[in-house]
């Protein structure tokens, strides 16, 4: 049949210039008797699609795919009918050849739903098979009423198997093409849509051998095949790393399924709210806000039926929210220039007053950064109800991480160093809080992320209070000793990440890092050989001490990244470790003296 597919493009281009219209679209030249043939196989046709649309519970335990069988023995038989009729028409051929063209169709459509019935019962290549079959006999009648809702259906499932491949660029050209078959047959006849019934060219459903259904259905039936379509470009654009029109895609694909209101509601909040994310990635807050208030307006609607799965989706569009106030807030403040135009439109509508209660710039002063921060807050809170650490460990975490990054992001805006040593004294009661709580053997991972945090935070709250005093300025005992506090909670805290990384036999160091922790390793011992020097101590035996551990932990880092030449993560630190490896006993040598002869 593929062979005769030349004679099938011939029919359907002269149907062009005459095209079909209306329901009951023109059969001339296609017998009366080859119509109700094709009328007679409808019943089978529509009880093999409705056994195919049966969900896998809908089967026995032990037989998932028996009613994908049943449909597929139907379609088969269907398909062997019309093969039958095919050959048995081949001498009218020469008269007339739109009835082998109207046969040959019918056979694409069940070579579509036969594919589409091997690939759902995990047989995918001799799915493929009926689909290549599909497409060879539609390529030349792409844009006929009959067969262009079937042919962008036959390219989308295409798109999908070879996606399900990893092989995107194949996937790409497969829906790229169904994209441009819609996109020409909507330009040539939507205008139509305004014509009295009777002479509307519409497209037929794919479900359907013989049309039944109005023009409304069957439009609004190709536009979802279309929604399809750029649901899946966006899958393979973001595949083949290029996020810009991955976006776009996901943009269409949501406000075609809000204006044609077939969505789950907060299956579409998510993936708004996951949309938002590209945009704040792209420093366009305003968008970034106009899909999370859309988002969010959307999951308000959500009924309460399976709660645990809302409350889970809830807390995904919280933590969208966070992500945003912790960005903005560290958006360093520029000259305003008014409002931004927003790059996408859904159709959800948001009140303006919606729109002005969210900031969308970098905030220039602490009344703009506290109102940012609150926002972050609020979302917190929201989801941390939700992601409790019972349950949720690794979100759990996580929201907690953004809080005490919110924290930090607010630091820059607060004058005086006692108020910010307050807000890092707040994110160190978060982590020491959930650290304990946690078994390195399963959150391993987790548990040095909040070492390491931890450590960075006392590190900083050590540097501020050292900001206080200076030589003409010195600090009094108290002062001193807590300095000295903040920085030997730092040591521990990195030391505690570092041997974290001990091998489980023998305890020691690895001499080869895992890329993961290689520049953290090294980051922990550097800082912490800089607080060793920096600790404030009036006993000479103490300071050599001090000093020595500082020579060593510089060493080390020095000796580690000359011992590993393809060490590409410490380049900028490692100058200045080597000049501190060499330098300091002579300096150590002449302080020490110094330090003594004082004391005498």
Not at 21 to 50: H, Q, T, Y
Not at 416 to 423: R, T
């Amino acid at each position: 049949c593929a062979n005769k597919c030349p004679n099938l493009e011939l029919s359907i281009s002269r149907s062009r210039v005459e095209p079909n219209r209306g329901m009951a679209l023109d059969f001339s030249g296609v017998p009366d008797d080859i119509v109700g043939w094709v009328e007679g196989l409808k019943p089978r046709f529509k009880d093999a699609l409705e056994e195919q649309r049966k969900s896998i519970e809908e089967n026995p335990q032990k037989q998932p795919f028996k009613s994908k069988y049943t449909a597929r023995a139907v379609l088969k038989e269907l398909l062997k009918e019309c093969e039958i009729k095919l050959d048995g028409t081949e001498e009218a051929i020469s008269r007339d050849d739109t009835v082998f063209s109207f046969i040959s169709g019918t056979i694409a459509i069940l070579a579509l739903h036969l594919g589409v019935n091997f690939v759902e019962a995990e047989e995918t290549p001799e799915g493929e098979l009926y689909f290549v079959r599909a497409a060879g006999l539609l390529e030349g009648v792409k844009l006929h009423p009959r067969y262009c809702n079937a042919y962008t259906r036959v390219l989308s499932q295409q798109g999908i198997v070879w996606s399900n491949r990893n092989d995107h660029q194949k996937a790409l050209d497969k829906l790229v093409e169904a994209e441009a078959a819609y996109v020409s047959f909507t330009k040539q006849h939507r205008t139509d849509q305004g014509c009295e019934e009777k002479d509307q060219v519409v497209p037929w459903l794919a479900t359907e051998l013989i049309p039944a259904s109005p023009p409304a259905e069957c439009w609004a039936d190709f536009e979802r095949t279309h929604t399809h379509t750029t649901y899946f470009l966006a899958q393979c654009y973001g595949h083949l790393e290029q996020p810009q029109r991955s976006a776009e895609y996901c943009q269409i694909t949501l406000r075609r399924q809000f204006e044609a209101k077939e969505y789950v509601v907060l299956d579409w909040a998510v993936n708004c709210a996951a949309l938002s994310q590209y945009y704040l990635g792209q420093v366009d807050y305003t968008t970034s806000a106009h899909c999370l208030l859309c988002a969010s307006k959307v999951a308000m609607g959500a009924e309460t039926v399976g709660e645990e799965e809302k409350q889970d989706k809830i807390s995904q569009i919280n933590r969208c929210w966070i992500k945003y106030a912790l960005n903005l807030l560290q958006e360093p403040a520029k000259a305003r220039s008014g409002a931004t135009a927003c790059a996408v439109e859904f159709g959800v509508e948001i009140t303006d007053d919606a729109r002005a209660a969210i900031p969308s710039e970098g905030p220039r002063n602490f009344v703009e950064a506290k109102a940012i921060f609150q926002m972050g807050q609020t979302h917190i809170r929201s989801a941390l109800k939700i992601l409790t650490l019972d349950g949720h460990v690794t979100d759990h975490i996580e929201v907690l991480q953004d809080q005490s990054r919110l924290y930090q992001a607010l630091v820059p805006f607060v004058d005086d160093v006692d108020s910010k040593c307050k807000l890092h004294k707040r994110r160190l009661d978060m982590l020491l809080s959930v650290v304990t709580e946690l078994n390195p053997q399963y959150f391993l991972a987790v548990v040095r992320q909040l070492q390491f945090e931890i450590a960075e935070t006392y590190h900083e709250m050590m540097s501020l209070k050292r900001t206080k005093y200076s030589d003409s300025n010195p600090p009094d005992s108290h002062a001193t000793a807590k300095i000295n506090k903040l920085g030997m909670q730092c040591i521990r805290w990195f030391t505690a990440f570092q041997d974290s990384t001990r091998e489980n036999v023998s305890k020691e160091i690895p001499k080869d890092l895992e890329d993961t922790v290689e520049r953290p390793f090294l980051v922990a011992k550097f800082t912490s050989a800089r607080i060793y020097s920096q600790l404030l101590v009036s006993d000479p035996s103490q300071y050599a001490d001090n000093m020595k551990k500082c020579e060593e932990g510089y060493s080390w880092c020095v000796k580690y990244v000359d011992d590993h030449p393809n060490c590409k993560c410490f380049q900028e630190e490692y100058p200045l470790c080597k000049e501190m490896a060499a330098m300091l006993p002579a300096k150590v040598a002449r302080e020490l003296h110094a330090l003594k002869t004082n004391l005498l």
